[in-house]
């Protein structure tokens, strides 16, 4: 009696350990799942928010005069041709950027961000409107 006990209590703790494990793993596959589908959107959040944040620095620069009408034009400009460029990129591999593309997109990106600044900062200004 004693002996059938100790091989329930066997069998019963063996059937918890399995299910316990189970769990654990489909947990960290599903961990995994979300830190990869985060990083993807890490990435394209990262782009849209230096792209929002250099459209903003653009938009302060008018607003306060320190951007000329030509230079807003010229930065305007760059910017769009980059939007499209990563339009295009991400057309052509099913909505994602290579890992080269993602570092050309930084690196155009922070060339923006430099004319920006320049621009910001040099002698001319915008004449203010009477």
């Known amino acids: 009696m004693k002996r059938e006990w100790l091989i329930w209590k066997l069998a019963f703790g063996g059937i918890i350990l399995a299910a316990f494990s189970a769990n654990q793993a489909s ?16 990435d394209k959040d990262r782009i849209a928010d230096r792209k929002e944040n250099q459209q903003d620095r653009i938009a302060q620069g008018v607003k306060s ?33 290579t890992n080269a593309e993602k570092t050309q997109v930084n690196r155009q990106q922070n060339r923006l961000s430099n004319q920006i600044y320049k621009d910001k900062h040099n002698n001319r200004t915008q004449h203010p409107k009477h």
């Open 27 to 42: 947990a960290q596959t599903q961990s995994t799942a979300s830190t990869s589908a985060t990083v993807q959107s890490t």
């Open 65 to 97: 005069g320190q951007l000329t009408a030509g230079e807003t034009a010229r930065l305007e400009s760059k910017e769009a041709s980059l939007n499209k460029e990563i339009r295009t990129d991400r057309a052509a591999n099913g909505g994602k950027l």
